[in-house]
């Protein structure tokens, strides 16, 4: 539990609420429907989630104490009648109804806390199976009675449970106490395998993965691609597919390319696949933070549990771009551009302003193709006092030289926050990754901004309810009054 000590809080104590929900899946296509005999878990010992809106996949692990109890079933006799044999009345089950139990628990007024059921049953391995849905909720309470509930104030939405963790049970410890591997939604891709694909230069990730689509990737997984996705249309160029993929072999290629797929809900609450990329230097439609009108506020003084960021001014001039594109002979072209150091602003017209570093070398036959070495040098720069930025050209099949205006532009627009680390927060926010969220500091305004979190770290248990983020994409500084950022 934590305290809520503040000028705009009230004086309170919320208590950790988690609500665990495990079933068997009866359709690949139907995820989100919970049968009635699913097992529900209100108590654990400790829960870890990691996500990342760079890594397809996110993980989940959670531990039960010895001796969790979990709420079971008993059968009741719905019909009973009789039927004489050899002078005798037998009984006889005409119907077996199956009813839940549930654990009540009630404190005394001496302290003592009293459980009650008319059928429990100690948690142990066997209870779960490999391949089952599990959904994670986690909440702070602020009124007790709500505890151990799905109840919450239907008058402001406090204390209502968030959905933490949608996915699938992957490993179970073979004994006690019980621990469960889990993986989200996205697991799914790696059991579909693609067939054999040679695409057309300009195809589109709606291509792919849209519902009734040309390829239709998706298909009897549950998911689906996003409709902000889908609206965009991103050009991937040339794809080619052989069966001995699977469909999150080729997302996670994907994510080479700085094009990232991760889970994401639709206004419907159905999860789908969204593949964006992170810019954070614009707006552009086919970016992550595209359409969040909203962002989370962050206060220091109260959310930050432990401030892990480092402020470090940044010097542009040991700034270097990375820049990568797919050229038209479908090979990856590699170029990288820093401030020329001889360069003394807008008047000078002797030097260039900038300089192109470490060419990936032009094979003879790119040169009969009509490709050059646009650098003039093979030396090797050493850049390991640099920072090197990564920038991926959306743009299939462009020139060397549009690549490095491209660069270039990129440079130009490139605002280095200084800040490195992470934050740890309490649970309030509920955060996911490809989020935008908004910092206030009163003490170090330089951290204050809009910032797009790339890694989420969440766990909850017997040490509190915390949230690492990291945040190293400044999106807009509080002084540029972006309002699209706001």
């Not at 697991?187 to 579909?192: D, N, R």
């Not at 593949?275 to 989370?296: L, P």
């Not at 989020?435 to 979190?453: A, P």
Request: charged share 25%; hydrophobic share 35%; glycine share 6%.
């Amino acid at each position: 539990m934590k305290s809520s000590v503040g000028k705009d809080y009230p004086d309170q104590v919320d208590i950790l609420d988690c609500k665990i929900i495990i079933w068997n899946l009866n359709s690949k296509d139907d995820l989100m429907t919970i049968p009635s005999n699913a097992i529900v878990l209100r108590e654990c010992e400790d829960i870890e989630i990691d996500e990342s809106y760079k890594k397809l996949i996110g993980t989940a692990t959670v531990k039960f104490a010895l001796g969790t109890v979990l709420e079971v079933q008993k059968q009741q006799n719905s019909d009973v009648t009789y039927t004489e044999v050899d002078g005798q009345k037998i009984q006889t089950l005409s119907e077996v109804v199956v009813v839940p139990e549930r654990i009540y628990t009630n404190m005394l007024d001496d302290g003592v806390i009293v459980e009650s059921a008319t059928t429990t049953e100690v948690l142990n391995p066997t209870q779960f199976k490999i391949g089952q849905r599990i959904q994670i909720k986690l909440r702070y309470v602020h009124n007790p009675d709500y505890c151990g509930t799905d109840d919450y104030d239907t008058t402001t939405g406090n204390d209502q449970f968030i959905t933490m963790f949608d996915g699938y049970i992957e490993k179970i410890s073979v004994s006690t106490p019980v621990e469960l591997k889990c993986e989200n939604l996205a697991s799914a891709l790696k059991k579909v395998t693609c067939r054999k694909i040679v695409s057309g230069w300009n195809s589109t990730v709606n291509e792919f993965l849209a519902t009734g689509s040309k390829y239709n990737l998706l298909r009897g997984t549950g998911l689906k691609l996003h409709p902000q996705t889908a609206s965009c249309s991103i050009n991937i160029g040339k794809i080619t597919l052989t069966p001995d993929l699977t469909v999150a072999d080729v997302l996670t290629e994907w994510a080479k390319y700085q094009l990232y797929s991760f889970v994401k809900y639709d206004d419907s609450g159905n999860p789908c696949i969204a593949v964006g990329r992170s810019y954070f230097s614009s707006d552009t439609a086919d970016s992550i933070i595209h359409g969040q009108t909203t962002s989370k506020l962050i206060q220091f003084n109260y959310h930050v549990a432990e401030d892990g960021l480092t402020l470090m001014n940044v010097d542009k001039k040991f700034l270097a771009v990375e820049a990568q594109s797919l050229g038209k002979d479908d090979k990856f072209y590699r170029i990288t551009i820093r401030k020329n150091p001889e360069y003394t602003g807008p008047g000078d017209t002797t030097h260039k302003e900038f300089e192109l570093l470490n060419e990936t070398h032009i094979t003879k036959k790119s040169m009969k193709l009509g490709a050059t070495a646009m650098s003039g040098t093979h030396t090797k720069v050493d850049l390991s006092l640099y920072t090197v930025i990564p920038f991926f050209s959306k743009h299939m099949g462009i020139s060397q030289s549009q690549l490095i205006e491209e660069a270039e532009a990129y440079y130009n627009r490139y605002s280095p926050n200084g800040i490195e680390g992470s934050l740890t927060l309490f649970g309030d926010l509920a955060l996911r990754s490809g989020s935008k969220i908004e910092l206030l500091d009163t003490r170090r305004r330089e951290k204050n901004g809009w910032y797009l979190v790339e890694e989420v770290n969440t766990k909850f248990g017997t040490n509190g309810y915390r949230q690492t983020i990291k945040i190293p994409y400044c999106i807009a500084h509080a002084e540029d009054n972006k309002s699209n950022y706001k």
